[in-house]
Each structure stands twice: as C-alpha cells, then as structure tokens.
C-alpha cells in the first residue's frame, strides 16, 4: 500500500481558488492511478476525479467538470487537485485516495476501486 498525506485546504471566499496536494510515499506512487473524493457534512463522500499514472488522462464527475483539474508530479509523489470559482457548497473534506490494482473492474466512483487513504484536507468556503 502507498500512504497518503493530503495539504492546501483552508478557508477561502467564494470565487478564490485553491490547489490541494498529496503526497504519497512509496517508490511504485507512478504506477498507480490517483483519485480526489469529498465528503461535504452529513454527506456520503463523492468521487471528484481520477488520473492516470502517466498522467495523460483524466476523469471528473460530471458536477466537476470546468472547476476541477487534477494533475500529478510523478517525480514529486504527489497528486494536485485545483479548484477555481469556489463555491459554499464545495465546502468540504477532501480525500486523496490510490487505486487498489486488484480493482480495477470497479468505477472510479466505487470505493472499492481504491485501496489506500489518505486522512483528508478540510476545504471551506465562505460565502
């Protein structure tokens, strides 16, 4: 498994932006595909987006798209996931999560396709 430590968040107006970070441990972080999730309060946490290893591909949840750009530095360990145009309801707390290689026949919205957690950056937006 590859441990996960998630960065960035803060309070924010709405209209700012922010860049979250995570930064994972373990040599084999560019094999694997990296995932964003959130969990707003008295929510189920929610898939945002997903990158390949090489980082030529991406995926977002259709409510995501336009706002949210994942990215990765594969000689950094680390996945980014911008937010533009905050908005209160993109308050908050926000997982970094990598793929388990076992699961892949599940969707990236799927909690079981993801293996290892990280322990969340809390994002909140002020209206």
């Known amino acids: 498994q590859v441990q996960l430590v998630e960065s960035g968040g803060g309070l924010v107006q709405a209209g700012g932006s922010l860049r979250l970070s995570c930064a994972a441990s373990g040599r084999t972080f560019s094999s694997y595909v990296m995932g964003w999730f959130r969990q707003a309060p008295g929510k189920e946490r929610e898939f945002v987006a997903a990158?390949?290893?090489?980082?030529?591909?991406?995926y977002y949840a259709d409510s995501m798209k336009g706002r949210f750009t994942i990215s990765r530095d594969n000689a950094k360990n680390t996945v980014y996931l911008q937010i533009d145009t905050l908005k209160p309801e993109d308050t908050a707390v926000y997982y970094c999560?990598?793929?388990?290689?076992?699961?892949?026949?599940?969707?990236?919205?799927?909690?079981?396709?993801?293996?290892?957690w990280g322990q969340g950056t809390q994002v909140t937006v002020s209206s």
């Open positions: 999560a990598a793929e388990d290689p076992q699961r892949t026949s599940y969707s990236f919205t799927s909690y079981n396709r993801w293996g290892s």
């Open positions: 990158i390949s290893w090489s980082g030529g591909s991406t």
